[in-house]
């Protein structure tokens, strides 16, 4: 990648499941996005806390922070005077189209089993800045994308390990695609969570047996499952279980093409990861073919 810095460093610890173990080789490395110039970042130690569970190595490539993109700058009391200036255009001195097919090859020459994209700032804005350009990352690459930004130490230890995960879906296949992988990750406690449009209340009992179908708590799933189907704006039911049940990861689906994207204040990731503490991984069907989805899906 031009105008670059690269590293790679050896993790070993123990073994969990892998990402992205349906496509790629156990060793598939993790591959952090972002700024490593201090090497006790809360994303950067997050990426390493990862790689040592997984046990495989993790790969850095350089992006500025998503906090040193916005325009005039963050600082403690918040954005500058050109804080109105849209959210698209933050990436806009990284020539965002040079940079996209720089971090292609980039993905293509590591094949990760995920990719983790940070910020060390604690502001929402920073936050969404990051969640915006993730979506794009995510669509542009179709590997699964975690964000990450400063949460606590618990959060950290369990980076890999994630007890309780919370995956939000829409039934469509992406969403559905992090439904099942989350069910596969959750190591105590899984919540499914599907948001009905107030349009549509009267579907909400049909809506819940489809997500109990999905998610199922049984013999062979024998992961205990909290099943959600709140009525109301998604991204604010989200982040209101979120804030009840405090879990280690929290699984949506991404982008699949263009179309999808809509404004970044009306982005539901981008709502989500602007106000929860936990990682937030970004989900994309292209990334691996789980067993059981067309199964789960045609008994529906």
Not at 4 to 29: D, W
Not at 105 to 117: D, E, M, Q, S, T
Not at 207 to 218: D, G, Q, T, V
Not at 267 to 294: D, H, N, R
């Amino acid at each position: 990648m031009a105008n670059t810095v690269s590293s790679t460093i050896n993790s070993t610890s123990a073994c969990a499941t892998s990402l992205n173990e349906g496509n790629k080789p156990a060793t598939a490395p993790v591959l952090f996005l972002g700024d490593f110039s201090d090497p006790d970042s809360y994303p950067v130690r997050y990426a390493m806390a990862l790689g040592r569970t997984m046990k495989t190595t993790v790969e850095f490539e350089y992006l500025p922070d998503a906090a040193a993109c916005l325009p005039g700058r963050l600082d403690r009391g918040g954005l500058s005077k050109h804080s109105d200036m849209p959210l698209a255009r933050v990436y806009d001195n990284l020539q965002l189209d040079d940079l996209m097919h720089s971090l292609e090859l980039v993905v293509a020459k590591f094949r990760p089993a995920i990719l983790v994209l940070g910020t060390s700032s604690d502001t929402g804005t920073a936050r969404v800045v990051l969640a915006s350009f993730a979506r794009k990352v995510a669509l542009k690459t179709g590997f699964p994308t975690l964000l990450v930004g400063p949460s606590n130490e618990l959060v950290l230890k369990r980076a890999g390990r994630w007890e309780k995960i919370l995956a939000a879906t829409d039934f469509t296949p992406q969403a559905t695609e992090g439904l099942l992988r989350a069910h596969e990750l959750a190591g105590a406690h899984l919540i499914a969570l599907h948001c009905v449009p107030k349009t549509e209340k009267n579907e909400a009992h049909r809506l819940l047996e489809r997500l109990r179908m999905l998610a199922p708590f049984n013999e062979s799933h024998t992961v205990p499952v909290q099943h959600f189907v709140p009525t109301g704006n998604a991204a604010e039911q989200i982040v209101s279980v979120a804030k009840q049940t405090k879990p280690d990861l929290i699984v949506l689906g991404s982008p699949i093409s263009s179309r999808e994207n809509t404004t970044d204040g009306e982005s539901v990731i981008c709502s989500v990861v602007k106000e929860v503490q936990c990682p937030v991984l970004l989900m994309s069907p292209q990334a691996w073919t789980p067993a059981g989805t067309e199964a789960a899906e045609a008994s529906l």
